[in-house]
């Protein structure tokens, strides 16, 4: 169970944002499995992970982690934008566990319809993607109850097409994450 308290404290967040606030609820007492959908899970960071890239602590400050994104030890993070946006606005990041960071949903609820695709995400240095092999896939406990959830909170099915909405949020963010990404890590 993700303690709401702590994971606030961890981050040095006032507020959760209330889209991440309802998904530790449904974690914590709807979901009778951590994992919902393949491969995530919202967790309590000590940002060890991010210092692996650099313990600037600017860079630390501006970076929100706050999911596992596969059972790898990639891993998902608010990237704080510096525009005045609500952190519920700002756009999600993936940090691969071999490698690569990538912008994969411009805000919070895009993520989560994101996770509805019920596949860990591929992260290589290139890009990121979602992949689901329909000869092996195996659909997760609970992803009907998080579907239901979805449809519940935010009116959104199942997305079809996973790698259309980080195509868009990339479009949008990749170019000024690049850059500012760039003063504390050389991605070429």
Known sequence: ????????????????????????????????????????????????????????????????????????????????????KGLNQMPILVFGDEGGVHIVAENIQQFLHLLTYDTEIWVDFEETYFYKNEKSYEESEDLAEYLKWMKGDYNLDRIETPNELIKTAQQKHKENFDQWFSQYFNLE
Request: glycine letters at 8%; hydrophobic letters at 40%; zero cysteines.
């Open 1 to 84: 169970m993700v303690n709401i308290i702590e994971f606030k404290e961890n981050l040095g967040l006032a507020e959760v944002p209330s889209e991440l606030e309802k998904l530790i609820y449904f974690q914590n007492n709807i979901s009778s499995f951590e994992n919902y959908t393949q491969g995530f899970g919202v967790l309590i960071d000590d940002k060890s992970g991010l210092k692996s890239w650099s313990e600037d602590e600017n860079f630390l400050n501006r970076l929100l982690p706050f999911a596992q994104a596969n059972g790898t030890g990639s891993f998902y993070a608010i990237w704080n934008d510096g525009t005045n």
